[in-house]
């Protein structure tokens, strides 16, 4: 039986919901629909992709029964709400990152869709990227020994402009849940177990969001992390993952295609290539259509997710930053 050319949906026009679009293009393929708060814009992205369908209103999204799968690209502060009414309505749901603001909102969604025997995934471009399968794949096979220790530096330099989502708390701003959630997924994928004992300290910016941040994370088994954001301080983003038998080099890791393995004993560098970074979303788009299609949800990593956002939540509530009408 040959595959259902599934219709996809997008939620949002902004940065991702173009590269979305130009990556189902790549494989001769149109978006079905698309929705945005103002219909303007969302017109003006169909004529630009050739998408067929404009929606008056966002509920008339969910309510389409032709929409197999939306793609939900607004602010996350938005996205419970949304990801609740797609749900019910019976979609598909690969949601951008961070999927919601804390483990409360992910866990009541986690239900739903298992309720409505449904795909959630968060589109965490670390979980698709081909570099990453054959890291996982090579430390699996013990060509590099035992993960020890993870140092992860991510860190952008935005302008104090206190009404852009960086740094607006009513956008549930700051360095956690717009850049930390990658650095975290990293050291996640390349643990054993999940972190339980963490350690940080943050400062908060003249509005209150979380501008910087360090963590150290350990695990039962031992593996080590340690962390570092910044929202007005310019970092590389930089993962070295240090195993028994040498340490992993990546740079640009939340779309990298390369990595280096510096070997311990000898000094002798093997450079690894997988993949293209220009492809990051057709990585993902592909990864999703596979778990609609076969049942076979394991490469979307939602339990990963739900580890990341419970140690997000986690933080923020030691550090008592709470968004604004948020309930953990």
């Known amino acids: 039986?040959?595959?259902?050319?599934?219709?996809?949906?997008?939620?949002?026009?902004?940065?991702?919901?173009?590269?979305?679009?130009?990556?189902?293009?790549?494989?001769?393929?149109?978006?079905?629909?698309?929705?945005?708060?103002?219909?303007?814009?969302?017109?003006?992205?169909?004529?630009?992709?050739?998408v067929p369908k404009v929606y008056d209103a966002i509920d008339d999204m969910f309510a389409d029964e032709a929409v197999d799968v939306i793609y939900l690209t607004t602010p996350h502060n938005t996205h419970y709400p949304f990801m609740r009414r797609a749900l019910e309505s019976g979609k598909h749901l690969l949601v951008e990152k961070s999927i919601t603001l804390n483990s409360r909102e992910l866990d009541d969604m986690i239900a739903l869709a298992a309720e409505k025997n449904l795909v959630l995934a968060?589109?965490?471009?670390?979980?698709?990227?081909?570099?990453?399968?054959?890291?996982?794949?090579?430390?699996?096979?013990?060509?590099?020994?035992?993960?020890?220790?993870?140092?992860?530096?991510?860190?952008?330099?935005?302008?104090?402009?206190?009404?852009?989502?960086?740094?607006?708390?009513?956008?549930?701003?700051?360095?956690?849940?717009?850049?930390?959630?990658?650095?975290?997924?990293?050291?996640?994928?390349?643990?054993?177990?999940?972190?339980?004992?963490?350690?940080?300290?943050?400062?908060?910016?003249?509005?209150?969001?979380?501008?910087?941040?360090?963590?150290?994370?350990?695990?039962?088994?031992?593996?080590?992390?340690?962390?570092?954001?910044?929202?007005?301080?310019?970092?590389?983003?930089?993962?070295?993952?240090?195993?028994e038998r040498g340490y992993i080099e990546i740079v640009e890791y939340p779309r990298a295609d390369k990595a280096v393995f510096v070997d311990a004993a000898t000094g002798s560098v093997e450079k690894i290539f997988a993949g293209d970074k220009t492809d990051a979303l057709l990585y993902e788009l592909n990864d999703m259509e596979h778990a609609i299609q076969s049942g076979d949800v394991a490469a979307m990593k939602l339990d990963q997710s739900k580890d990341v956002m419970d140690i997000m939540t986690r933080l923020r509530k030691a550090w008592n930053l709470r968004y604004p009408n948020e309930i953990w």
């Open 1 to 50: 039986m040959s595959e259902k050319n599934l219709n996809w949906a997008v939620l949002g026009v902004g940065v991702i919901a173009n590269e979305m679009a130009q990556a189902l293009r790549k494989q001769g393929k149109n978006l079905y629909a698309v929705a945005n708060r103002t219909h303007a814009k969302a017109v003006d992205f169909a004529e630009k992709y050739s």
């Open 122 to 243: 968060e589109a965490m471009t670390i979980w698709h990227m081909p570099l990453y399968k054959t890291l996982w794949q090579r430390i699996a096979a013990g060509d590099f020994g035992k993960v020890q220790i993870m140092t992860l530096n991510f860190g952008s330099f935005k302008e104090y402009d206190m009404r852009n989502r960086f740094f607006n708390m009513s956008l549930a701003g700051g360095a956690l849940l717009d850049i930390g959630v990658y650095a975290l997924s990293i050291v996640r994928s390349f643990m054993t177990e999940t972190p339980t004992e963490i350690l940080s300290q943050w400062r908060p910016s003249p509005t209150g969001s979380d501008e910087f941040a360090t963590m150290l994370l350990k695990n039962p088994r031992g593996q080590m992390a340690t962390v570092a954001l910044s929202m007005h301080s310019k970092q590389p983003k930089r993962a070295v993952i240090s195993c």
